[in-house]
């Protein structure tokens, strides 16, 4: 994708973004009710999926954003379990292609 100078680069972008901890703190911040802070985070996670052109994560971001903005954490808990599936798939992925190289 445009912003980055090659595939590898975009490889690696996208394997530290699915890598970081930051979906688990997202979880963190919604599960002990810190509205602000989660807004914040979903806010970031967002705006990072789209410079990758992860479309399907920015899109169930959005959908968790609107869930922490209306105070509702079950929903919004329901979302990220989605996004955190997806996660791990890309992660085994990633471990697993590493193992081959």
Request: glycine residues 6%.
């Amino acid at each position: 994708s445009g912003a980055y100078e090659d595939k590898d680069e975009y490889v690696e972008a996208v394997r530290v973004f699915f890598c970081s901890l930051d979906f688990m703190r997202l979880g963190y911040a919604i599960n002990r009710k810190q509205w602000q802070g989660a807004a914040a985070k979903a806010m970031k996670m967002s705006k990072t999926a789209r410079g990758l052109g992860c479309v399907g994560i920015e899109k169930q971001m959005t959908g968790i954003r609107l869930n922490i903005n209306n105070r509702n954490s079950e929903e919004a808990l329901q979302l990220l379990s989605v996004i955190i599936s997806k996660r791990v798939r890309i992660i085994e992925y990633f471990q697993t292609n590493a193992k081959e190289k």
